[in-house]
Each structure stands twice: as structure tokens, then as C-alpha cells.
């Protein structure tokens, strides 16, 4: 919806409660309007006031919770990443087309989630683009890796523990 609506129908409303509290004060007893009745308005009002604030609080407090889960999520992701490629470059020169494949599979999930066009909407879906057979690519590819001795064999199972678990 457009803002300057909203803006246009909050202003109305406000100012039609403003002359519809006029015409009530007008027509309203004289017992209505003492000092009892005022601060049993006010008493309700600032539990009003007080159950919004709460209100409040708990919502930013469940948005930061969700940011906060979210942002661990992608920090944990992005150091197995890097573990995965350090583990592959101390493998040796020959995985070397399967850490390009890594980064591009990184680079085209990048773009999935946060597309560099405003007008693309992020797409989170991760079997629409073919993620999940990019990952299996990489995974059977760090299996076929013939291992000259024990270190490079622990290195590849090492490797396929991360690829498995991204």
C-alpha cells in the first residue's frame, strides 16, 4: 500500500476520534467528567501504554533472536567453507578443479539468496536451483580423489565430512 494512503488514513482516523471526543465531552453527564473518573481514564490508559510497551519488547526481542540465529547460521557456514577449502588446498594441487567447483557453487548460491538485481526477488528454495545435485557433484568429485599416502586419505575423508555436512 501506498505510504502517503496510510499516512492519508491514520490522519482521518486521528482526527475523527479528536472531533468524536469533542461531541462525547459535549454530551456526556457532569459526573463522567470529575477527578475519579479522570484518573480511572488514566489508570487505563497507562495499562494500555504498558501492555504495548511490553508487546513491543517481546517482538524486538524475538526479531533479534531470529537475526541472531540467522546470523550464526551463516558465520558456522561460511567457516566449514573455509575449512573445506583449506582442507582441499593442503590435499594438493589435483583438487584443484574441485575447489573452483566450490567456489562457484558458493558464488551461484550467493546470488540465489541475495541477488545483486533489486528487482529479483531471493529465491531460498534450494532444489529449484540445483544446489543440492552441485553439492553431490563435489562430493562424489573429493571422493574420486585416488590418496597417494595416510595424510592425504585422512585429508579426502576430512573433506567429505565437510562436503556432507554443507
Known amino acids: 500500500m501506498n505510504p502517503t494512503i496510510v499516512g492519508m488514513i491514520v490522519f482521518t482516523c486521528t482526527f475523527g476520534g479528536a472531533l468524536l471526543g469533542m461531541w462525547l465531552r459535549s454530551t456526556l453527564p457532569e459526573h463522567h467528567l470529575d477527578a475519579e473518573s479522570k484518573d480511572t481514564v488514566k489508570v487505563g490508559i497507562g495499562l494500555i501504554a504498558t501492555?504495548?510497551?511490553?508487546?513491543?519488547?517481546?517482538?524486538?526481542?524475538?526479531?533479534?533472536?531470529?537475526?541472531?540465529?540467522?546470523?550464526?547460521?551463516?558465520?558456522?557456514?561460511?567457516?566449514?567453507?573455509?575449512?573445506?577449502d583449506r582442507?582441499?588446498?593442503?590435499?594438493?594441487?589435483?583438487?584443484?578443479?574441485?575447489r573452483k567447483g566450490l567456489q562457484r557453487a558458493i558464488g551461484a548460491r550467493i546470488d540465489?539468496?541475495?541477488?545483486?538485481?533489486?528487482?529479483k526477488p531471493a529465491n531460498l528454495d534450494p532444489t529449484a536451483s540445483g544446489a543440492g545435485a552441485e553439492a553431490?557433484?563435489?562430493?562424489?568429485?573429493?571422493?574420486?580423489?585416488?590418496?597417494?599416502?595416510?595424510?592425504?586419505?585422512?585429508?579426502?575423508?576430512?573433506?567429505?565430512?565437510?562436503?556432507?555436512a554443507l
Request: hydrophobic fraction near 45%; glycine fraction near 6%.
Open 51 to 84: 501492555m504495548t510497551a511490553l508487546l513491543l519488547g517481546l517482538v524486538t526481542a524475538s526479531a533479534k533472536s531470529s537475526f541472531d540465529a540467522v546470523d550464526s547460521a551463516v558465520k558456522q557456514t561460511a567457516i566449514e567453507i573455509l575449512a573445506l
Open 87 to 98: 582442507t582441499l588446498a593442503r590435499y594438493g594441487s589435483e583438487t584443484g578443479e574441485v
Open 112 to 119: 540465489m539468496i541475495w541477488p545483486q538485481g533489486s528487482s
Open 136 to 164: 553431490e557433484r563435489l562430493a562424489g568429485a573429493i571422493r574420486a580423489l585416488k590418496p597417494r599416502d595416510d595424510s592425504q586419505r585422512a585429508l579426502q575423508s576430512r573433506a567429505v565430512d565437510l562436503a556432507e
